[in-house]
């Protein structure tokens, strides 16, 4: 999956999103992260998980006080980056 987040750019949010990534079972593959002023824009890749799961991740994410707009998730189909 790709999942996309717009973020107050402040310290622990990355923490705060890996943590629950985590507690469903995702794993970052792939991650940027560019600043927007006091804003952030956050990217991920996201290695194979259950669907169910990331979704539970991304309503979870979508709660925390320092999002700037709910998170996008695609689902990749191709995992080849070049």
């Known amino acids: 999956f790709y999942l996309h987040m717009e973020v107050l750019d402040r310290p622990g949010v990355l923490a705060q999103i890996a943590e629950i990534l ?3 079972g995702a ?3 792939s991650f940027v992260q560019r600043g927007l002023g006091d804003n952030a824009r956050l990217v991920m890749v996201l ?3 259950l669907e ?3 979704y539970a991740a991304v309503r979870m994410i979508g709660q925390l006080d320092f999002m700037r707009a709910a998170p996008r998730a695609i689902r990749v189909i ?5």
């Open 22 to 24: 985590g507690m469903q």
């Open 27 to 29: 794993s970052i593959k």
């Open 47 to 49: 290695h194979p998980l």
């Open 52 to 54: 169910s799961r990331l």
């Open 78 to 82: 191709d995992e080849e980056f070049t």
